[in-house]
Nanobody, 120 residues
Framework: QVQLVESGGGSVQAGGSLRLSCAASGRTFNSYSLVGWFRQAPGKEREFVGRINWSSGITYYANSVKGRFTISTNNARTTVSLQMNSLKPEDAAVYYC????????????WGQGTQVTVSS
């Protein structure tokens, strides 16, 4: 059974930075085509933050985070990171990483989430 484990959440002031990481246990990311980051704030629906196409390394971002957030992998391709800069209070949420085989099929493996708090 594959498990995705996020880490790196915490509290930061507006304008600050945080780096989230997502590691796969029981299986490598090579079994997936997509690794994405999502977030959900209290009372709001879960929203897409960004994703990386595993084979090509091409990344896509939601307009709300474009230019501030960056998705990357380590050299061993065992961890997917989300570097978040210039954080805003509206970025506060529980952040999830997820993996999937195809975009049409959606993300079928999810992490437990990590809390990000941004104070103004």
């Amino acid at each position: 059974q594959v498990q995705l484990v996020e880490s790196g959440g915490g509290s930061v002031q507006a304008g600050g930075s945080l780096r989230l990481s997502c590691a796969a246990s029981g299986r490598t990311f090579n079994s997936y085509s997509l690794v994405g980051w999502f977030r959900q704030a209290p009372g709001k629906e879960r929203e897409f933050v960004g994703r990386i196409n595993w084979s090509s390394g091409i990344t896509y971002y939601a307009n709300s985070v474009k230019g501030r957030f960056t998705i990357s992998t380590n050299n061993a391709r065992t961890t997917v990171s989300l570097q978040m800069n210039s954080l805003k209070p509206e970025d506060a949420a529980v952040y999830y990483c997820a993996a999937g085989i195809t975009l049409a099929g959606g993300y079928n493996t999810w992490g437990q989430g990590t809390q990000v708090t941004v104070s103004s």
